[in-house]
């Protein structure tokens, strides 16, 4: 992935990215050509991998090797009318702001259903915590949870490099940023405003 200097996140927000990341593009590649998965994975720690389920009727199992994992951050489209700028120069051009995390590795399937089972237990405790009446696996009958349990392959990235990269205006002078923050914060759109936040945590250094 291009990643100009001064988008480059740091260590620490990269880190922060993949604790919360969630549903990934998982791509793989081999002498058939790409195959994409939309997939939630989950970041184990103790193994830099990221783990997580797919049908076993999907393909994407059976293609394992190198891989990369995307995540998607949040985005939004930059108006040259937000730059003060604009109305100084006219020098100006529409954008776009986003965060995205790229995480490649090599994949490996788990056709284990003690494995899987693990697996989907752990992701059910991540996403379920604070709910609540939190869902437990152990709530559905034995004999379904296996059935389904025998419907999915387990899937494991192991991590070789992480890039990420955050183009939230750092490249505009600071009042352009300013711009851009209240321009942001006018939009109803949930996205629009959670950038605007961003360009303001990156403008204040924090």
Do not use: C
Request: glycine fraction near 6%; charged fraction near 25%; proline fraction near 6%.
């Amino acid at each position: 992935m291009y990643v100009p200097r001064n988008f480059a996140m740091r260590a620490e927000e990269t880190a922060a990215a993949l604790a919360a990341a969630d549903l990934a593009h998982l791509v793989t590649h081999d002498d058939d050509g790409y195959l994409v998965t939309p997939v939630p994975l989950l970041y184990r720690t103790a193994t830099n991998t990221l783990v997580g389920h797919v049908s076993r009727a999907n393909p994407h199992w059976r293609r394992t090797g190198p891989s990369v994992a995307i995540f998607a951050g949040p985005q939004a489209y930059i108006s040259p009318s937000f730059y003060v700028t604009k109305i100084e120069t006219g020098k100006v051009v529409p954008t776009w702001n986003y965060e995205v995390l790229t995480v490649h590795g090599t994949l490996t399937a788990h056709d284990d259903p003690d494995w899987v089972r693990a697996l989907v237990t752990e992701l059910t405790d991540r996403h379920e915590q604070g709910r609540d009446s939190p869902w437990e696996i152990d709530d559905a009958p034995e004999a379904f949870t296996n059935a389904q349990i025998r419907a999915i392959v387990g899937i494991e990235l192991s991590i070789d490099l992480i890039e990420g990269k955050a183009k939230m205006s750092q490249n505009q002078p600071e009042r352009n940023r300013a711009g851009v923050i209240e321009g942001l914060r006018r939009s109803d759109a949930f996205s629009d405003q959670y950038v605007a936040e961003r360009v303001a945590d990156l403008n204040s250094g924090s």
